[in-house]
């Protein structure tokens, strides 16, 4: 095919795979400032993050689906059907699976579902600093069996090797098309929905068990303040009494270093100076509640 340098490519490439294979890292390193939630624990991406990287010829929208999996209950059901349906919207999928591992049933499950899309998928290996050149190739046979792949990248979103590459490879697979959004725009998700989730990702690393997941963090109010102040209002909803307890910890102090590592990096990525109030509540069952789920947010059009 003849390269057109005169026109822009625009288009959307969709990140899945199963949770914990370093999707949030992999945005994070693709676009260059901390966008996505990272954590140990699984399960952290609940919403679909969009994510836009512009280039001199180019313009990416990256949509991060929430983690895939076989869903528990209500919310798990909504998830994986976003997660879905996202999958018929977009130019390439990149699915990545971790080189650490053979193919699971986490996989498997995925796999099946692209048997009905018409969207090209790319398997990207991450974490290949992980393992050994020669045990790629086995891996790269055992889900080339599985599933027709457009393309097989191998990368490590950590130390950001073939990066690079698989950015190119993303690139080709955009149709000519406008730019969508404007160069320094990086994400268009509401603000409200990044704050929260610095808030949550601070619950996830601070805390253990039942906890993390069962928390959900609203942004109330972001009020602008003179001399680049911003004051942010947040609640972090949970299930029980009990965890409420441990979100707020002895005389405070779990929510306090929760409020305090959250506002660093709100400063780090508003760049302003953050006056930020947090309060703990208590909602219970909220995640079986699809009323709830709606005034959470969770419910997207
Ligand atoms: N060694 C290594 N670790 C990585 C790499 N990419 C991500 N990780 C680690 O894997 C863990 C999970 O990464 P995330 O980016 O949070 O994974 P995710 O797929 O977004 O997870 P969910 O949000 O739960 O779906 C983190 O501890 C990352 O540091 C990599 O290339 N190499």
Sequence with gaps: MEKEIDSFKSGFAALVGRTNVGKSTLLNRMIGRKIAIMSEKVQTTRNRILC????????????????IHKPKHKLGERLVQVALNTLNEVDIVLFLVEANQRPGP????????????????????????LVKREELLPLIESYSRLYSFSEIIPVSALSGENTGHLLEVTISYLPAGPKYYPDDMVTDRPEEFILAELIREK??????QEVPHSVAVVIEEIQERPNNVMAIRAVIYAERETQKGILIGKGGQMLKK????????????????????????????????????????????
């Design 203 to 208: 619950v996830l690393s601070h805390t253990e």
């Design 52 to 67: 836009v990287l512009t280039g001199k010829e180019y313009q990416i929208i990256f949509l991060d689906t929430p983690g």
């Design 106 to 129: 986490g996989d498997n499950y995925l796999i099946r579902q692209f048997a009905d899309l018409s969207t090209p998928v790319a398997l990207v290996i991450n974490k290949i600093d």
């Design 258 to 301: 929760i409020g305090s590592q959250a506002r660093a990096d709100m400063e780090k990525l508003l760049g302003s100076k953050i006056y930020l109030e947090i309060r703990v509540k208590t909602k219970p069952d909220w995640r079986n509640k699809e009323a709830q789920l709606k005034n959470l947010g969770y419910y997207e059009t």
